[in-house]
């Protein structure tokens, strides 16, 4: 049987295997749901806020960003609009009063010229048609005025050619502007829509915000409310005595199911503690009246046993086989009696147990060694794997040698065709160490376990045994501060947990 490690926290000690594994179970009930805590709620929710208000912002460069472009693809347009307003009021001026002609040229080529530096920037506006017709003409309009100049500066005119010029620089010029007042009413519409939309997107966020928080709140809010008030309930239940479990109440575990863990754990310590204490009370209202009984019966007892030895000796000396063998038995039964009222005394005794520092390890090796032939007798293989540097408890050395004398020898009789009888244990946390007493005997019947540390009640056969050797453990036990648990199946064997503390008696503790 493995030692338990050093830090583990083994419920066996305090509640039983029994009442360990109902813990257990309760416990897994918990656990093996997954974890939804109330901490990553509201990480959650301020997390769902800040992607919130950080789509807000990215929502706002983005629309700033395409106003921008618009605004300057609105921008580039009016600078090609004025250029072209002005070559074509150049033109009218050199074809009606025969001057501004390099100035027609000029404002048409700047405009050209402006087309090819922020076409693409126009592009998501006009369309690749609508472009190219406004390219065509600035192109056409700018190469007739070319032209026009060159035939000025050759005087080849006449009358119909300068007409018919005319008209072309004005339809090209037409064509343009009107290509340039669509794309200018487009942008100005759009950037004034996205301006609204990025006016808006902030206030339509903040409700959205709101929303969010007034969200979370309420559901952390209502999640918070009714754990709480399951747990009024629990306390009130607590308070009127029903100290069955909790049981998870929801498909998921968060820290409400740590407290219901923690409250669970103190159940099951507080019904280990009532059966301590309804015990103890029982023992103690036993003990008193024992103890009255076994004071009473002392004297009588050893007169009788005095009595018999003399007349023991006197019919050996006449040589009556007869009454010699009566007497005998008389005798026998006297010493019986009185060893069952010593033991009433031992059992009542209230007083601490000596204090002194001493090794487990020894009161069980000496225990070990008065049972050795009775070990070897019945087959029994005993093993001892207490560690060697298990903390030293405080105590009777001899008390706690009965203890475990009393342990062993009910282990060898419950294993009358051999067996291994198995000693291990370690420290626990909190200064304490604990013992098992492992058997691989006939074990203890369920219905008997709740009584077996009550005195004169045993298992055992009529005349092998008188009930009072796990009674006196159990007192012995006690008076050292430890605990004394024993756990046992039918056909496979009994195991018998201690617990000791490893600190000295309170009054030595502040003693100088």
Known sequence: MGTPGTTENRPEYTLGAQEAERFRQFERAFLDRPTFSIRARIAGGFLLCFLLVAATAVGSLGLLHGARSRLAAVSRAAAMESRLLEARSAARDFFREGKHLEKARQEAEAALALYHGGGPALLGSAGPTELS??????????????????????GA?????????????????AQALAVLEGILQREAARAERTLMVAQALPFASLLVLLGIIFWVVWVLGRTITRSLERFQGY????????FSPITPAKPYRDEFSELALAVNRMLFELQ??????????????????????????????????????????????????????????LFRETQRADAIVRGLLDYTREEPPASTPL?????????????HNEMALHGVRFENQLPEDLPPVYGDLGALRQVFLNLFLNAVQAMPQGGRLVVSGGPLPGDEVH?????????????????????????????????????????VVRRHRGEIHVDSVPGRGTTVRLRLPTTPPAEEKGSP
């Open 133 to 154: 017709r406004l390219g065509q003409s600035l192109f056409t309009l700018a190469r007739g005025v070319a032209e026009v100049a060159a035939l000025e500066r050759f």
């Open 157 to 173: 005119w006449n009358s119909q050619l300068r007409l018919e010029w005319e008209a072309s620089l004005e339809r090209d010029g």
């Open 235 to 242: 306390t009130r239940r607590i308070a009127a005595g029903n």
């Open 272 to 329: 280990a503690r009532e059966s301590q204490v309804t015990r103890a009370g029982k023992l103690a209202a036993l003990g008193t009246f024992s103890a009255g009984i076994a004071h009473e019966l002392a004297n009588p007892l050893t007169n009788i046993s005095i009595t018999a030895e003399t007349l023991l000796e006197e019919c050996r000396e006449v040589g009556d086989a007869r009454k010699v063998r009566l007497l005998e038995d």
């Open 359 to 371: 090794r487990l390890a020894e009161a069980v090796e000496s225990a070990a060694e008065l049972l």
């Open 435 to 475: 013992v098992e007493v492992t058997d691989e005997g006939t074990g203890i019947p369920p219905e008997a376990l709740p009584r077996i540390f009550d005195p004169f009640f045993t298992t055992k056969e009529r005349g092998r045994g008188t009930g009072l050797g796990l009674a006196l453990c159990h007192a």
